[in-house]
């Protein structure tokens, strides 16, 4: 079993910058890790995913290219989302979520195991 915990999330003043925390314990994850967000009535969304054995990442999410960025640390099993020039359109609950797919997707079905999600709040 995968174990998932999302932290980071707190509340910030557009403009500001924010890291996002995923960690993950439990059984070994050799595939990919990504960050979603979801917002209450609307369906989750992909931001940006990296293949836990190479590092590549990729990103799904147009109105966030540019300001977020998804990195890990393959040994310590940490990925991270740091989120800067933050809008209030960001605001959201942020979740990572990981498979044992090899290939990044930008679909939640692809992914079997889910954190929590941490919340983030905007304030303008």
């Known amino acids: 079993q995968v174990r998932l915990r999302e932290s980071g999330g707190e509340s910030v003043r557009a403009g500001g910058s924010l890291t996002l925390v995923c960690t993950f314990a439990g059984a070994p994850v050799n595939g990919v890790i990504a960050w979603f967000r979801q917002v209450p009535g609307k369906e989750r969304e992909a931001i940006s995913c990296?293949?836990?054995?190479?590092?590549?990442?990729?990103n799904y999410l147009d109105s966030v290219k540019g300001r977020f960025m998804i990195s890990g640390e393959r040994l310590r099993n940490i990925v991270y989302l740091q989120m800067s020039s933050v809008k209030p359109e960001d605001a959201a609950v942020y979740y990572c979520?990981?498979?044992?797919?090899?290939?990044?997707?930008?679909?939640?079905?692809?992914?079997?195991?889910w954190g929590q999600g941490t919340q983030v709040t905007v304030s303008s």
């Open positions: 979520a990981a498979t044992r797919k090899y290939d990044c997707s930008g679909s939640a079905s692809e992914f079997e195991f």
């Open positions: 990296i293949r836990k054995y190479d590092g590549d990442t990729y």
